[in-house]
């Protein structure tokens, strides 16, 4: 199965800055079917990009994905104080689907 | 709004099988462009894709679990169910289930339930 290794394993950054999230594949994704889910304590994952760079429906524009084949990014472009999280990554290109193990998004 | 709603036993027994439903309300599970999906997150662990079933009966599971895993689909009560059997304290996790749209050959997780926990307890 394809493993997806997120990085950092904590970022902690303060609103207004840029933060940068990596994942990274043991395998290269097929269609670069891969999806960053955003998920707060207490609440269900909520999709923010699919595809690699595709932002989902009312997701904001600071949030981009970047990347491909086994190497993929998410940008937060200024944090706001509702966008400290845990960021998984997910690979859909090949069965079975697999996740990254997260990253946690502080405040500093 | 799509809602998906777990239900089921929060204690089993080793050894024992699981069942559990997700019912799904403020959409069709009979929809063509949909798949319904069971995750699973063991305490401390990452999630685990465990398999996906459309509205028809067919289905695609984890590798890993393809040998306990049963899911089914009640198109009349817009429902679809996962059964795992032979469990092990390594099955305890929290269980979302989640509607996923059809891309191409694949599927993208859209929608989550919020997930029930499920501990393998003597």
């Known amino acids: 199965e394809n493993v997806l290794t997120q990085s950092p394993g904590t970022l902690s950054l303060s609103p207004g800055e840029r933060a940068t999230l990596s994942c990274r594949a043991s395998q290269s994704i097929s269609n670069n079917y891969l999806a960053w889910y955003q998920q707060k304590p207490g609440q269900v994952p909520r999709l923010l990009i699919y595809?690699?760079?595709s932002r989902a429906t009312g997701i904001p524009v600071r949030f981009s994905g970047s990347g491909s084949g086994t190497d993929f990014i998410l940008t937060i472009g200024r944090l706001e104080p509702e966008d400290f999280a845990v960021y998984y990554c997910?690979?859909?290109?090949?069965?079975?689907?697999?996740f990254g193990q997260g990253t946690k998004l502080e405040i500093k | 709004q799509l809602q998906l709603q777990e239900s089921g036993p929060g204690l089993v027994k080793p050894s024992e099988t699981l069942s559990l439903t997700c019912t799904v309300s403020g959409g069709s599970i009979s929809s063509g462009n949909y798949w319904w999906t069971w995750v699973r997150r063991p305490p401390g662990q990452r999630l685990e894709w465990i398999g996906i079933i459309n509205y028809s009966g067919r289905t695609y599971y984890n590798p890993s679990l393809k040998s306990r895993v049963v899911m089914s689909v009640d198109t009349s009560e817009n429902q679809f169910s996962l059964n795992l059997r032979s469990l092990t304290a390594a099955d305890t996790a929290v269980y979302y289930c989640?509607?996923?749209?059809?891309?191409?050959?694949?599927?993208?997780?859209?929608?989550w339930g919020q997930g029930t926990l499920v501990t393998v307890s003597s």
């Open positions: 595809g690699a760079s």
């Open positions: 989640a509607r996923a749209v059809q891309v191409t050959a694949s599927s993208l997780i859209e929608d």
């Open positions: 997910q690979q859909y290109g090949d069965s079975p689907y697999t």
